[in-house]
């Protein structure tokens, strides 16, 4: 027979932590800590099993599992000395989910459950409190109405404040035992006007609505929303708690309270908690009393003449010191708590291992590694990469006051505040009259670099996670909130509308590119500070790691960062972000309009020295790293003047008409540039652009290595879909590295490889790596093709997929296992067929990505790149993946 | 040692046509003829991997080669009785390319090799005729330098002229051998001046120069534009036949002609060809003469008085019969034979497949199974389905005259002439006063349907093959020439030049969109008749083939003639083309702009009506067939207004105002439409569009299974990436038709498959025929997105890289095997995986294409679909590749 329920109590469990998956995350650990001996209250687990198999059923239940609740029950009567429904002192229930993952507050509880007209009476009896009782009868009715029967708790409050408002009384104390039994009428009564009938008195029924409401609550749009935003599919489901109610809150020898075995802000190894005399766990939660400090030291931090419990109660402080050091030690790591103690006797209702800043992960893991408790491999992978971007980027003062206007996507953290503007040009010109901005715009585009490099942040109204303004501003390491969708831009009128408000021109907004939120004004700011701790981690972090990791970086600035950050190479330096520099421009303008291959020529000369000098500066900064070039990429079109002074100088430039540049740009417009003229086709159609291109990165190269620099060129040939389409152009690279080596008189080593970006290119990548040294896996525009889906395009509908759950994840945020993740898959295994030795990288997006990081180095890849700031973050990934840890394991 | 040289001659050969890939197909041809004693010419063939080796060893050749041809020569000079380069009766070559597949007139050839300053002296002795001697060593200096040393034939033509006019000849033949005699000293002079160097006297250096032109010729831009043309790979490479030379220009007993064992242009079963009287081969060719026809049938349906072989030679004539007949069974295939007839004696210089017009390999074809020459599968192998699209659509009348202006693309076929329009809407109105209109635009969209709907050919100056314009026109059967580059289209003016002509609006203008070709004025054009050899053939045809012929079809036109051309179903209605009906857009549009979910519901409630009728027709015509529909794919700014107008109307009838459906407008906007907010991705986000399509298809089934017809409905989500969308999409229709069966109290059996046109569909295609009973593949998204390559984009770039060879044939227009056919074989696979009697077919473009059928019979497909007018083209693929026939090897 099927087992559904695991008892534990009484110093024993069905299971521990072994059956996380089965208990879920509380029930495990209520079992475990019952095995080692902590006070825990004794129950029993429904296990997620059974939330399956509610949902795969129609939410029915599997047919023995009445008769092993019931027993479950019975076995907890003799352990607590009551029973259920009696009308002596009658055993109390709360009734709590418990999933495989932490979904704080996202799921339904109901505690006190088993009071009834005559229960509650009994609990009267028993403890002479009969304030207590209808207190606890009260709050059990208000918390099954709104749980079970979905009627809201405003209706309850209501009628107390009503009865308080009667009586003149201004707190919940005031009121006496006699009070709160005619609010229970009240209160019953209302239950017959909500929901047409009275409130359950069968304690059963009572335990079957409850068990029923959570796991209903597991598909509650809360929970759904919750599951998304941290990656946990929905068919985990959940599992439900039942537990012997304990007291806080059955007079002043009475407490409940929360603590963490460790600072969960700083990190500091001091027990850190809050806790209330006489209350039940909700009160701490909610708020509505000021919780009290545990221990003195917290007192003092805290400047509170609140007593502290190591004051109240020294005996049982002790007693939850013991605890914690057992629990922390048992578990090797940082706990968070519950306990109450209920007439001077401490339970603990739950231990689980604490949520915590990324500033506590790092302390936490180095100084559990140097007090012996855990190891290095231990220590990496207890910090989460994700959460280490927060270390490395200046963020909001928690203290400072904010007025929040939207929340839009968080695309690349950090804080950042400035004076609206609305074109790049606008930033430039204030940053040089001395002002600091912040670039707000619809969307950006690459025309908008020069505005985005200067600005302090960048904010727009469309595009998602990956779009132009989130990628660049992520290389850049600018904070950027994009696709706050409610912002209505208006550049005509250089103002934006949002909540009712107007931005104008100049109003200084502040956003928090970590968490997606815009501000009005300023909001104070504080700096990262790269402690000691970071660079241990670091250490320990690349004595693990077998991929290497590289950077995408084109400018000097950006190299200099990536390798400040631990880069071993560049990755992706892409060219064509070097053409729209005002002095280049001009040039490649010329060069797309040239009608014969010799005026195109005559423009790709003028355009060489640029190369050749970008290319020798990024050469000597990475002296002795590798250096991935990927030849021009984007659509000529991208590249066309946009103003008519524009065409005017262009046309000056290229001795034609106005009209003649008209008609040559019209013929380049595409319907889907994303799958247009672009990448390798560029250099199909024109090898002299190749050609050129392939000159500046071989003289450059010449001329550093003759400075005694040590260069290795890495020259990447994009969008290659056919072998032909690579082998063509790897002739035009090869012959000009031998026509330069000749006119140099020296030579020096140099790779040819390809991007896998087409997925037709995974399919013939055996023969492609016969003349390809490198493969770089461009899983931006394989995620494009490869699902059919438009990164520009796709953040309105994908919000629909996440929400309707017919997606979990971003594609284009971590990398597609089961389509894409296949695609790199084949080719890595057929450019390994073929080259053996054949150097694999990523350089998409998702070369910054744990989660992808964790597949890069499953299938094996050499390095994976990606922009300066993330470089830590995927050193830290890419050790965690040599270890065989998810990323995500401990959000 | 390996063999380089095949000798043939004297009754034997080294080689016969089992050795054709090796040998070429003359090469072949005439090893073969001697084998079955044929009178052939004693010679030798320098193999095809000569050519591979010569062009992968920087133009060098084997080692062994020299000593080979040496002693082949020999063998040659046994069998002749004269020696080469001797100064009595010299031996002359002639040196002939030959390809693996026929290259008529593309590569270099040599004649009368061997002749010097010495041996022409020698000939003028042997044969007695001075005149003959110099002649030909006239033709052969003007000749070799041609081909080998590149001085063009017109320096040479120049001196002839010069003697003639200074003679006051009219004739060549009035020049003596005194006259010629003078002239090769001419001509000998300006060999030194053109090339710096005397003519070659040594007969061996002449060999190898022209051994080595012919294999030069091979990548000349003239063959390597052929080999595009008819898909012949590069890599075949050519032979080289040296053989001794025949001469028909050695008096009045010498004669050279062509012919063909069948009239190639009719298939009539009579001997076909002309010949010249003391000529070379090169004369009949040249058309420099008036070739006389070889029998006095012939002469007789010429209405000539040119005298005929028959009547010259009668006993000539019955050897050339005798071997017309010999060759024709040997063979078993009409054959395209050269002779020459040397002082009595007839030699046969060359016997290959003849070439036919599609009419004529009809006929043929049949009649031969008639005369038990081949069997019925021979005769159905011997159709070239790309040809049989000829048969189907109106010709020109080859006698008509014209005037050429340009030539674009070959996009639909068959021949239209029409007064010149240049909007839909133009075109309708034109035709509504009763006009025949051909609707000239710079590019179609959806919006252009009515207009060429009612259009007699359409034209268009961007997009290629598979641009909208030329699938469209395909569908309907309306000829079509897209991508005519050349064409200036004014819109604003309403007219267009080319060619230095202006055509205004109501000129009149043809198209031949068979050959791309566009004529100014009126052409005249034959229809086609089906003759009873058509049907008879498609019986065989249907008899043979495995794989099931649908049709693209959604009007009842379309479907009434796919069934008239013998479809089995339609494999795809596309329904949004319904969309576009004056009646129906504006409802479209209110759905599109409607905010909330019940405005949607309102506007989809009326057009629910229209799509059901719609089905139902289609239902009623099928009768019996599957119908397979698909739901609305395109992205919806397709459907969007164009006019103030339009925007108004749309307003008034949502009740919004203009701006507000501006707004939604701009927020519609894609950059890459192929990418974005499309096919199962609309359903996701509106599942009350999916609803009232399946509604509508369900509503429609019922209807007409009410009357007595069979009704097969099979409804298709199209775009589908990932396993969830079609989970969810499916039931969203099983829903739909729950609820109309319920409702009609009636049920009628339906499936619910997928396309399978994102590349990551195929990797998870396991996953989505759990709950998919059919597939469809559609492979011009499959390509677009498998290449990355914009059908709507590609047409400029994939001109280049055709003719710089980067790609071998248009992927759209055939399947890439290497990449989209390796995600079709991979989704197939997985498909049948899980369920192993899955329905699968393709109903892209490729559908209809021989090649592709090929491929989709190799993959083991259930059916191609394609549009009607492709229907027996497609029935004739279909039986080739049951046959294991490749399609384009008749061609």
Redesign the interface.
């Known amino acids: 027979m099927a087992k559904w329920v695991y008892s534990f109590g009484g110093g024993t469990a069905d299971g521990g932590s072994e059956l996380r998956n089965l208990l879920g995350g509380k029930g495990a650990n209520l079992g475990e800590m019952c095995k080692i001996g902590t006070p825990v209250p004794p129950g029993f687990t429904v296990t997620t099993e059974v939330c399956t198999y509610y949902y795969e059923n129609g939410e029915t239940y599997p047919g023995e599992l009445k008769d092993q609740v019931r027993s479950a029950v019975t076995k907890l009567e003799d352990i607590m000395e009551c029973k259920f429904n009696s009308t002596e002192m009658p055993l109390l229930l709360s009734v709590r989910s418990g999933a495989r993952a932490s979904m704080p507050g996202m799921m339904d509880t109901v505690l006190n459950l088993g009071l009834n007209a005559e229960t509650v009476e009994a609990i009267a009896k028993a403890t002479g409190d009969e304030r207590f009782a209808y207190d606890s009868y009260r709050r059990f009715i208000q918390m099954y109405c709104n749980v079970v029967l979905d009627i809201d708790h405003h209706n309850f409050e209501a009628i107390l404040e009503a009865h308080k408002a009667k009586h003149g009384y201004k707190l919940d104390t005031e009121m006496t035992g006699d009070d709160l039994k005619i609010m229970v009428k009240d209160y019953e009564a209302k239950v017959v006007e909500m929901a047409g009938a009275p409130f359950p008195q069968d304690p059963w029924e009572q335990l079957w609505g409850s068990i029923g409401a959570v796991f209903g609550s597991w598909m509650n749009p809360r929970a759904c929303t919750y599951r998304r935003l941290h990656s946990l599919p929905d068919h985990w489901g959940t599992a439900v708690n039942v537990q012997a109610m304990v007291f806080g809150n059955m007079g002043e020898d009475c407490a409940t309270g929360v603590c963490f075995t460790r600072n969960p802000a700083t990190g500091e190894n001091a027990y850190y908690g809050e806790y209330l005399i006489n209350a039940q766990g909700e009160d701490v939660v909610a708020g509505i009393r000021t919780p009290q400090p545990l221990s003195l030291a917290e007192k003092e931090t805290a400047q509170t003449d609140l007593p502290s419990l190591e004051e109240v109660m020294p005996s049982l402080y002790k007693e939850l010191c013991d605890i914690r050091e057992h629990l922390e030690e048992h578990y090797t790591d940082m706990q968070d708590m519950e306990f109450t103690i209920q007439q001077n006797k401490l339970w603990m209702l739950q231990t689980r291992t604490g949520k915590r800043t990324a500033a506590a992960a790092l302390r936490i893991a180095v100084e559990m590694k140097e007090e012996g408790l855990i190891d290095e491999k231990e220590a990496v992978r207890r910090v989460d990469p994700g959460a280490l971007d927060q270390l490395l980027h200046p963020t909001l003062d928690p203290k400072a006051e904010r007025t929040t206007l939207t929340k839009g996507l968080a695309a690349s953290p950090g804080a950042a505040t400035g004076k609206a503007v609305f074109s790049a040009s606008d930033a430039e010109s204030w940053v040089e009259r001395g002002e600091k901005v912040m670039l707000c715009r619809i969307e950006t585009s690459p025309d908008d670099i020069g505005g985005m490099h200067v600005a302090e942040g960048i904010l727009t109204s469309r595009g998602g996670m990956t779009s132009h303004a989130a990628v660049v501003a992520r290389g850049m390491g600018t904070p950027c909130v994009s696709g706050a969708g409610d912002l209505e831009i208006d550049y005509a009128a250089k103002t934006m509308k949002i909540a009712g408000e107007t931005i104008s021109e100049g109003d200084v907004i502040t956003i928090d590119g970590s968490s997606g939120e815009l501000f009005l004004g300023s909001v104070a700011t504080i700096q990262p500070e790269l402690t000691g701790d970071f660079g241990k981690l670091m250490t320990w972090v690349d004595g693990i790691r077998t991929m290497k990791v590289r950077t995408n970086a084109e400018t000097p600035l950006d190299a200099a960062t990536a390798i400040k950050f631990g880069a071993e190479g560049i990755g992706l330096c892409r060219t064509e972000h070097m053409f729209f520099d005002p002095k280049r421009i001009i040039h490649v303008r010329e060069m797309i309009v040239a009608k014969t291959e010799e005026k195109r020529r005559a423009a790709l000369d003028k355009l060489l020295p640029y190369q050749r000098e970008d290319f020798a500066e990024l050469f000597r900064i990475m002296d002795g790293l590798p250096v991935t070039i990927r030849l021009l990429d984007p659509p000529l079109h991208e590249f066309l003047p946009h103003t008519d002074a524009d065409y005017q100088e262009v046309a000056e430039a290229a001795g034609i008409t106005v009209d003649e540049i008209k008609t040559r740009a019209a ?1 380049l417009h ?8 672009r990448g390798c ?1 560029l250099g ?2 024109y090898p002299e652009i190749t050609e050129m291109q392939a000159r500046a990165i071989f003289e450059a190269a010449c001329i550093v290595a003759g400075e005694g620099k040590k260069v290795l060129p890495e020259v990447m040939i994009p ?1 290659v ?2 072998t ?2 690579y082998d ?1 152009l790897k002739i035009v690279v090869d012959d000009a590295a031998k026509a330069v080596f000749a006119e140099k008189g020296s030579e020096v080593e140099y790779m040819v490889g390809t991007m896998i ?4 290119a995974a ?2 990548a055996d023969k492609i790596a016969e003349g390809a040294e490198f493969f770089s896996f461009g899983t931006n ?1 394989l995620t ?7 990164r ?3 953040g ?2 994908l919000k ?2 996440l929400d ?4 979990e994840v971003d594609p284009f945020v971590s990398i ?1 296992e ?3 993740g ?2 790199v898959r084949i080719a890595a295994e057929k450019g390994r067929s073929t080259r053996p030795d054949i150097k694999l990288g990523i350089c998409g997006e998702h070369g910054g990505d744990p989660a992808s990081i964790h597949f890069c180095q499953s299938v094996g890849l050499t390095y994976v790149s990606c922009s300066p700031y993330r470089v830590p973050i995927a050193r830290l990934a890419a050790a965690q993946a040599a270890l065989g840890v998810k990323g995500e394991q401990n959000a």
Do not use: T
């Open positions: 013929s595409e319907f889907n540039p994303m799958l247009g003229h086709r199909v159609a969008l879909a056919l032909a389409e063509m970006e087409v997925p037709r399919f013939v525009d494009q093709m490869g699902l059919g889906l438009s520009d395009d796709a309105n509908f629909i997929y309707k759950g017919v997606m597609d089961e389509g894409v296949e695609l």
